[in-house]
Each structure stands twice: as structure tokens, then as C-alpha cells.
């Protein structure tokens, strides 16, 4: 039978719903700000600085973005570099992560040691550059993923979620014959299904949003990512006057700015609700019986 709340529990649940309903509403209402600006006349965008449902909707910003081929192009860079970039670096931070969990492994302690003193320290811009022009990466995809291909923090977490998977299991499988490999693919990364989805998640925003690393190595401009192009179109939105002899209008700076962020927040959007499930599921449910 279910027991009545008490005044107190009751207060506390009534708390947390204004709470939680505060934060989302907060969080909520600039993305639909941005949304709805990039939507928005030039006029009504002038006169009320903050827009949620715009009186006249208009598709003049993204006819703005869309009036060139390059875009299209730019996002199949994107898309290349971040399906590519996910994959090597899951590859690689899974590999060394379940590595570094040995404790069989020769100067782990060392290792791991590095790999938290590279997020403390680095070698600068200057150097990073110097080491990617040595390795003829300049104008390659490469020169967007491999230089940031292991990123230290993700490394952690997984390295930390591995370790935290019962010995029991590995130790079974020894004893069934299976060796490090076979115990990695069949046992660990099965069971590890939530944090590789989460750590996923984490390298393909990164990879997508790759802005500073590609005006750095990439000089050809038909292997630019969104991101860089779309700064390009915002650049020239906002220093070319529009053509008052033509039918298309330039729409205001502002509005374009929304609707590059809208444009170059999408694809991740998509993403997300197919992760989403792995976020809160148990890793070891139903993996040991007791």
C-alpha cells in the first residue's frame, strides 16, 4: 500500500518541479530565440530585439545560406571528418583504455601519469603546427583528426568505467580460453555499451564543430568544414552591401548569424535522441547472476 507523503516530502517535490521547470525554461528560450530570429523580417528582428514567434515569417537567411553549392559540399567535409574522426578516435581511446586497466602492464603508472600532464601542459600552437606540416598533413582530413584524435579526458573517463566492470567476468573468460582481445570485443565493450555512446557523443561535437584546426591546416578552400565556411558567410553578410538592382535582398547580420547556428547545430541535434538511451541504462544489467 502506498504511503502518504508527508507536508515536507511534498514541499520538496514541489521544489524540485519549479526548480527544474526554471532551469529548462532557461535553457530553452534562447534556442528558440535563435530559432525563431532566424526566421524573422528585418524589420520586426529591429524592432523587438528579443523574438519568439515572429508576426511575418520569412526563409530570406537561409535562401541567403543555401545560395551557394559550397555549403553542400562543406557538409560532406564535416560529415567525412566527423564519421571518420569518431570512429579512429573511439578505436584508439577503447584500445588504450582497456590497456591502461591491465595491471599486468609494465609502467602503467607512468603512463597514466603523461596522459594527465598533457591536459595540464602542451606544447603550444607554434609546435602543434610545425608537427603537422612535418607529417605533410596540411590540405588533408588527417590534419583535423589525428592531432586530436585521443582526447585525455575522455580517455579518463573511459579508462575509469572499464575498471569499474567486475574482475569476475574477465577472470571467467580466462579460464573459457578467451584471450585480451576476445575478452575486450565480447565482454568489455558489450557491456560498456552507455559510456562508449556517451564518449561517441563527446569526439563527433568536437569533429563537427573543428573550426580553429581547419583555418590552421587547411588552405584549399573546397575542403573547408560547415563551420568554417558558414563564419565565411556571416564575414560576407556583414561587410557586402546588398544589391538594391536585384529581386534578393541581403538579409540583416543578425538574422544570418542565427541561421548558421541553427543550420550548423541540426546534424547533432539528429544525432543525439539515438544516444540518448544509452545515457541512463544500467552497464551491468543481467551481466552477473547472484
Known sequence: MKKDKTLGSRLFDVTNYLLLTLVGTVTL???????????????????????????????????YILSTNALFQAMGVSILVTGLGTLISMT???????????????GRKTINLMIVFTMLFNGGLIPSFLVVKNLHLIDSYMALIL??????FNLIILRAFFQGLPEGLEESAKIDGCGDFGILFKIVLPLSLPA???????YAVTYWNSYFSA??????????????LLRQIVIAASGIAADTGSDFVKPPEQTIKMAVIVVSTIPILLIYPFLQKYFAKGALVGSIKG
Not at 592531432?147 to 585525455?152: D, E, K, L, M, N
Request: negative net charge.
Open 147 to 152: 592531432p586530436v584524435s585521443i582526447s585525455a
Open 196 to 202: 562508449l555512446a556517451t564518449i561517441s557523443l563527446f
Open 215 to 228: 583555418i590552421m591546416y587547411i588552405n584549399d578552400a573546397n575542403m573547408w568544414p560547415i563551420q568554417v
Open 29 to 63: 528560450l534562447p534556442l528558440l530565440h535563435v530559432l525563431a530570429g532566424s526566421f524573422t523580417t528585418a524589420e520586426e528582428l529591429a524592432r523587438k530585439p528579443f523574438v519568439l514567434f515572429p508576426t511575418v515569417w520569412t526563409l530570406t537567411a537561409y535562401q
Open 92 to 106: 584508439l581511446t577503447s584500445f588504450m583504455g582497456y590497456g591502461l586497466t591491465r595491471r599486468d602492464l609494465d
